[in-house]
């Protein structure tokens, strides 16, 4: 295989600026065409990022492109994402993949009939703070994962997003649209989960819309914006996730880990870096010792100063292993049980019972400093 694939994006909306503006410093990943329903949203991209734009159907037929970046809005992810496959690409998408894990079987029958690769984000857990936990915890550092909790909650997506009304409907809330971060890290750093219990709820029937351009703007609200999960692991491990888009403020941690040695603490999983803390059994918490990894070097600015922002690592690591012949670790099965997991909660929190997954992977590889170097250009 050519040691560089031709990419497509189809959806030039707003996370569609991280793809094109971050992808340049990866290997195997050269983006040439984008494509969107609106034909000036995709102009504006091509012309900012010297791409070409395209209709759909010509970006679908393109010869030049290998693989298709799918960044439409959910509700969208599987229609567009099987128009790919059926045109002969491989595909990544934004998360999450597919509203249901019926719509993922039907992706990963398609491709393997096809032999093509699916992937998916999110990638954050390949950042170098998640990736030096990882190394911590497979070194024994505080033992075997025992218990841990999770806490994603905020005021919710319309005061910030400009166009925020999706993020209320069914394939939106904040379990689909934040719990793949969470999910895909606690896939990294524990391994997969056998079975999940859910409450589940939402605070208002409406939001009313505070961003520009569509202040006052009043939208429904047909998913549970509160979400109080259980998940029981493989390994034993049972862990609580708490995701809302209902909550002023708070004072929970993102993410802390208990083992039979020691806890760790996570930073979001939202993000590539920040500071992994731990303790063993005398309880004196501290930070753990920096280490050069590449995904966990600041290299953007943001209203709360420097960080790392390597998203796009995702997709540049299945092309690697496309031309390598690996398991790509964003890969369709991780993704497929992740979705198991999000529609599991989310039927819990509907059918009032524990609800067993009926799918499995494997924890994806490490990705140690080498190995993330060997992904930049």
Request: net charge negative; with cysteine.
């Amino acid at each position: 295989m050519a040691k560089e694939l031709g990419v497509g994006i189809i959806g030039c909306g707003n996370i569609s600026t991280t793809y094109f503006s971050l992808a340049p410093l990866f290997k195997g990943l050269k983006i040439l065409a984008c494509a969107d329903l609106n034909r000036s949203a995709a102009e504006l991209r091509a012309e900012e990022y010297g791409v070409a734009a395209q209709s759909i159907e010509d970006l679908l037929a393109n010869d030049a492109l290998d693989v298709i970046v799918n960044l439409t809005i959910p509700a969208s992810h599987f229609s567009v994402s099987k128009a790919i496959l059926e045109a002969g690409k491989h595909v990544y998408s934004e998360k999450p993949l597919v509203l249901s894990l019926e719509e993922g079987e039907e992706l990963k029958a398609l491709a393997q009939a096809k032999g093509l690769a699916v992937g998916c984000a999110p990638d954050t857990f390949l950042g170098g703070s998640h990736q030096l936990a990882r190394k911590y915890i497979d070194e024994g550092g505080v033992g075997r994962i025992t218990s841990g909790t999770c806490h994603v909650m905020s005021p919710g997506m319309e005061m910030w997003h400009p166009n925020p009304g999706f993020f209320f409907l069914a394939g939106g809330g904040p379990i689909l649209d934040l719990g793949p971060y969470y999910i895909a890290n606690l896939i990294n750093l524990v391994g997969p989960v056998k079975r999940v219990g859910a409450l589940t709820s939402m605070a208002n029937p409406t939001r009313t819309v505070t961003s520009q351009p569509l202040a006052g703007t009043v939208i429904p609200v047909e998913t549970p914006t509160t979400i109080h999960a259980l998940l029981e692991f493989v390994s034993g491990a049972t862990i609580t996730l708490s995701a809302s888009w209902d909550v002023w403020s708070h004072r929970h941690a993102n993410m802390e880990l208990y083992g039979t040695e020691g806890s760790i603490f996570v930073p979001d999983p939202n993000f590539f870096g920040g500071k992994v803390e731990a303790s063993g059994r005398n309880t004196d918490i501290q930070p753990l010792e920096e280490w050069d990894h590449p995904f966990g070097k600041a290299n953007q600015e943001s209203p709360r100063g420097p960080r790392a922002n390597y998203r796009t690592a995702g997709l540049a690591d299945m092309a690697m292993a496309l031309i390598d012949g690996r398991d790509p670790r964003c890969s369709l099965d991780r993704t497929l049980h992740g979705i198991d997991v999000m529609t599991g909660i989310l039927k819990s929190g509907e059918e009032g019972r524990f609800i067993d997954m009926v799918t499995t992977c494997t924890q994806p590889a490490a990705l140690g400093i080498e190995e993330a170097r060997a992904l930049l250009r």
